[in-house]
């Protein structure tokens, strides 16, 4: 079955550290990837994706990503946080045209 | 970049009244628009694929006599959840793209309370 997992429910990081936000999927095939980020009480905002090509993704804001096929992985990271980045983050895949699944989201903090 | 508006943002209504929510395209046509629920500190959970000129088709659970879904242009899907009753407070998002492997966009979603 087509399954994202974000095995962490928070991250806690302080600023200026750099921050890593775990992505794991489980697609047959090749899979387009997401990331993207939602502030309190809005929608979503986009961040990257993968779809084919250089595995080191680079998005919105700072942050990247990087493809990992053997590790199925599409973990997110940015080398220096900002407290401004404290949000919740979804990774998605693609299942069947624009079929998003998505993970279980992961709850940023960044500590001043 | 692309965006997707979506109409209101927020609506209370009362137990057994309909309620529409609008969720358009501004710069690109889409054929395909998805409605998705999520509740409070959830992930978020699709509801339906919004098809611009046919039926919307539903995933498994979701009732589509209540959660009705019309996709009447290229630019413009609407749910409406009718007989409302409490249970479907939540926040309604959609999302809409324009061919498998482009980005897609969400709207600013809709907070739904029924009283």
């Known amino acids: 079955a087509q399954s994202v997992a974000q095995p962490e429910d928070q991250v806690n990081v302080a600023e200026g550290n750099p921050l890593t936000v775990k992505c794991t999927y489980s697609v047959s095939g090749n899979p387009y990837l997401f990331w993207y980020v939602q502030y309190p009480n809005r929608g979503l905002q986009f961040l990257l994706k993968?779809?084919?090509?250089?595995?080191l993704v680079k998005g919105s804001y700072g942050f990247e990503a990087e493809f990992n096929k053997s590790q199925t992985s599409f973990h997110l990271k940015k080398p220096s946080a900002l407290v401004s980045d404290s949000a919740l983050y979804f990774c998605?895949?693609?299942?069947?045209?624009?079929?998003?699944?998505f993970g279980t989201g992961t709850r940023l903090q960044v500590f001043p | 970049g692309a965006v997707v508006s979506q109409h209101p943002s927020r609506v209370i209504c009362k137990s057994g009244t309909s309620v529409k929510i609008e969720c358009r395209s501004l710069?690109?046509?889409?054929?395909?628009m998805f409605w998705y629920r999520q509740f409070p500190k959830q992930s978020l959970m699709l509801m339906a694929t919004?098809?611009?000129?046919?039926?919307?088709t539903y995933e498994q659970g979701v009732e589509k006599d209540k959660f009705l879904i019309n996709h009447a242009s290229l630019t413009l899907s609407t749910l409406t959840v009718t007989s409302a009753h409490p249970e479907d407070s939540s926040f309604y998002i959609c999302?809409?793209?324009w061919g498998t492997g482009n980005t897609i966009y969400f709207g600013e979603g809709s907070w739904l309370t029924v009283v």
């Open positions: 710069d690109f046509q889409a054929t395909t």
């Open positions: 999302s809409a793209g």
């Open positions: 919004s098809n611009e000129g046919s039926k919307a």
């Open positions: 998605a895949v693609i299942f069947n045209t624009d079929k998003l699944i």
């Open positions: 993968y779809i084919t090509g250089d595995n």
